[in-house]
């Protein structure tokens, strides 16, 4: 489980946020490492990357994958080149990680299934460069399955919460073309009412997906930190 203070940085979708969170890990490394007090839950001395959360959409025109975000439907930087440099910045590395701080994430959110498909040999060659225990800090994220926020009875409500991505065709890929890493799947849920609860009903389809896989597959769930308190009797049974 990751530390309650690990901070991470959202949306790294176009170069000019790369850069700034690639300077921002060029310090914390060259840092002089500082002792860190168990009151303060932020270390706020140093420029802080624990973890990156990037989107990644389909581009047509470069037949390749891009980082973006709908209705986006191109981008200037390709995952390929985004690995890349985060590659190179050993944002990952086993040398640049450390008990306080907790393992560095990666989490890479799919759109489509295009998006992934053409995503797999770029992913490979990052995942060829970092320790093999590392791997599950890679977490492959998409909304699979249909969440809270619309009127069960408003059929083209419902509509909005249907996923992009074949949910069982996702965990097969993911699982057959990369081993080791975490998959991160979720819920579409709607910005009509950001409250609106996880049923059982919800945690249910989630959990038969994934009676098909061992247990040594890892699994972290994204939910809508609004909805997560009134919705914890459902949640729960995740953890079980």
Known sequence: MLPINHLWYHAVNDQTKLDDVLKRIHQYQHQPAIEHHPNNSIDTDRSIVHSIEADI???????????????D???ELTLSSFLDQIGQAHFQSSNHTNAADGYHVLKLDFKSMAALQYSFDAIKLYLSKLSIHLHQYVWINADILAGPGED????EAQLKLQPKLDASEFLSLVTQQLPGTSLSIGWVTSLTDIRAPYTHEMVDEMIQLLEHYPSSVKVTFPVRATCFRISWNALQRLYQ
């Not at 069960?152 to 059929?155: E, F, G, K, R, V």
């Open 57 to 71: 959409i389909f581009s047509a025109n470069k037949s390749t994958s891009v980082m973006g975000h709908p209705p």
């Open 73 to 75: 439907t191109d981008g």
């Open 152 to 155: 069960l009875s408003d059929t």
